[in-house]
């Protein structure tokens, strides 16, 4: 897309900074709760603990105030925010064994709202069977589909979709919260393709159902995809639930701020971990009277852990980290989706927008109708229609394999179809300059490899080494070779006769399931959804960090509440985080009886 000349109509639409005031240095030198990150989670936390007006609350973020920053709220934008150095940790991966040897970008958000502000904007709050395995894991019912899915609700405002168009068939609203701090809605711009994936699931509703909502707990079949893109803007966490309580007297917030360790205030039997020393052009420590809440994501959260001297004792020691307690699953059992795309072409342009998107007068247009209205082609994330699905429990995949997802209602594959920018869409593949193309783009959704996070130096300006080990386990390498075999099956359907549809680029040659795998270990990568690297479980589990109310085992004073609890791998993050983050409050509410 040639969006340089387009900058001033991104700028005059984002507004200038009007929350600046509000960002500012610290009063105090304690708190009732002092939250480390305003992202997907820490802004839960922030708005629900201050509206009691009694509850002070610092929320400390590395990042920036994202207000006014040149396109972050126009959803179509998003995949730009990811080359954005001053809005992410510009992590890499260390070099991934499966993957030939390949280092990753490893985009994470660094700014007010963390990754929400910088993410695809899906929100899919994933399988009844993932919510059933974190209760079953954790010996807590409170964290069942049944007993998290009213915390699901609260966060979100299922609005009517841009274009105003009847969305009867489209959704549940059964299903939906109407009065949450997210805005999340239906596709507001329709794609010529959109009729032929439906006319697909009932050519073949077997293979390819329909599923009229797929955060209904069963998200299998194909779906309308449901965004965070309430009124065409992005509503990112700190769009929903962090500038509307900025005026808040009981709460402060400092931006540009990084946390460098906990600190353990007092000799007793446990140790407490109340004191948070942090750098903001020279350094700083606080306290928290009732608790530090580690909101920090599941890169920062397990960093910052054994920086704080909790995790495993003899590599902490061989970085000259004492240990405060040694807690040896910190970092460890980190899960990501790998992603990849296959791309067809077709001689039929009448289908695809590969045109459009090239003609620079086409985009201005559709960014001027964003900035005027917020309609079109810039309010949604480029595509409507998706799908998860399980392999059949014949397939010979089975035989091999130990099936690694939760039970029957979660997926072994995504299909996210025409997905982001264009028509054409590679990891690996620079976009032609011409044709006309459909692209799958896939991920394996119950992955069984495991990675981690771990220090590399005791200096908390250095970034850990960050491991997902993506395909480590044959098995997931298999189901991305099964989830070509399904999108290839899915255009060979009748709908899409017309398209004359060819394998292109690197997809046309790879005919044998072992020139897929090659193919696949070349182009892999993330689907940027890490988790689990402090993951709760029952107090007696040592592959835990976290109990079941999320507090840090071992010692006393800090919980954490962000993706790294996750017991195991669901969905795209960004829905089940804010739920995790709405009980997560409710559970800090009721500890301290607020």
């Not at 959704?171 to 939906?176: G, M, R």
């Not at 077997?206 to 299998?220: H, R, W, Y």
């Not at 976009?431 to 200096?459: E, F, H, M, Q, W």
Request: with cysteine.
């Amino acid at each position: 897309m040639v969006l340089t000349a387009l900058v001033l109509l991104i700028s005059i639409a984002c507004g200038s900074a009007r929350l600046v005031d509000s960002i500012h240095a610290i009063n105090e030198s304690s708190y009732d709760f002092v939250v480390v990150g305003a992202g997907t989670a820490g802004n839960v936390l922030v708005n629900r603990l201050t509206a009691n007006p009694n509850v002070s609350v610092l929320v400390i973020e590395s990042g920036e105030n994202d207000d006014g920053v040149e396109g972050l709220i126009v959803p179509f934008l998003a995949p730009d925010n990811l080359s954005n150095t001053s809005l992410i940790w510009n992590y890499t991966t260390v070099p991934q064994t499966a993957l030939d040897n390949r280092t990753l970008a490893y985009q994470r958000g660094r700014v007010l709202g963390g990754s929400s502000s910088i993410n695809f904007m899906f929100y899919t709050r994933g399988p009844r069977a993932d919510f059933d395995r974190f209760a079953n894991f954790s010996g807590d019912e409170g964290w069942s589909w049944d007993s998290v899915f009213p915390f699901m609700l609260e966060d979100e405002d299922l609005v009517p979709p841009v274009d105003g168009h009847d969305t009867a068939g489209e959704f549940n609203p059964a299903v939906h919260g109407t009065s949450g701090p997210i805005q999340t809605t239906l596709t507001g711009t329709s794609f010529p393709t959109d009729s032929l994936i439906l006319q697909t699931t009932s050519v073949n509703s077997t293979a390819f159902p329909f599923n009229i909502d797929v955060n209904s707990g069963d998200p299998l079949g194909i779906s309308w995809v449901q965004t965070d893109t309430g009124g065409g803007i992005r509503h990112s966490s700190a769009v929903g639930y962090l500038h509307p309580v900025l005026t808040r007297v009981n709460l402060e917030v400092i931006a540009n701020a990084h946390v460098t360790r906990l600190l353990n205030i007092k000799s007793r039997q446990e140790p407490d971990m109340r004191g948070v020393a942090f750098y903001s052009r020279s350094g700083f420590v606080v306290y928290a009277r009732k608790e530090v809440i580690l909101a920090a994501g599941a890169i920062n959260t397990p960093q910052l852990l054994m920086l704080s001297g909790i995790g495993p004792s003899a590599e902490l020691e061989s970085l000259g980290i004492t240990p405060v307690i040694d807690s040896p699953a910190v970092g460890q059992h980190m899960q990501d989706h790998p992603l990849f795309a296959v791309v067809w072409s077709s001689p039929n342009s009448s289908f695809t927008l590969d045109a459009s998107l090239r003609n620079t007068t086409f985009v201005a247009d559709a960014l001027e109708e964003w900035v005027t209205s917020k309609t079109g082609l810039f309010s949604g994330v480029g595509t409507n229609l998706f799908g998860w699905f399980r392999f059949p429990p014949s397939s010979n995949i089975f035989s091999e394999f130990k099936d690694p997802a939760a039970g029957p209602t979660a997926p072994h594959v995504e299909i996210i179809f025409n997905a982001l920018q264009n028509q054409f869409r590679s990891f690996a593949q620079p976009i032609p300059d011409k044709g006309s193309y459909l692209t799958a783009t896939l991920a394996v959704s119950s992955p069984a490899s495991r990675g981690s996070v771990k220090l590399t130096s005791s200096n908390p300006f250095t970034f850990p080494a960050i491991d997902p080990g993506f395909l480590t386990h044959p098995y997931d390498l298999a189901a991305m070779i099964e989830a070509i075999h399904i999108a290839d099956d899915f255009f060979s359907q009748s709908p899409w006769a017309d398209l004359q549809l060819l394998p292109f680029g690197a997809f046309a040659n790879a005919t044998t399931d072992d020139l897929l795998a090659s193919m696949i270990r070349s182009e892999v990568t993330t689907f940027w959804h890490p988790c689990c690297t402090a993951r709760m479980g029952a107090n007696s589990d040592s592959s835990a960090v976290v109990d079941s109310n999320l507090l840090v085992k071992g010692v006393n004073g800090l919980r954490v509440v962000d993706a790294s609890v996750m017991a195991s791998l669901t969905a795209h993050l960004q829905a089940p985080v804010y739920a995790i983050a709405e009980r997560g409050a409710a559970l800090v509410k009721l500890a301290w009886d607020i």
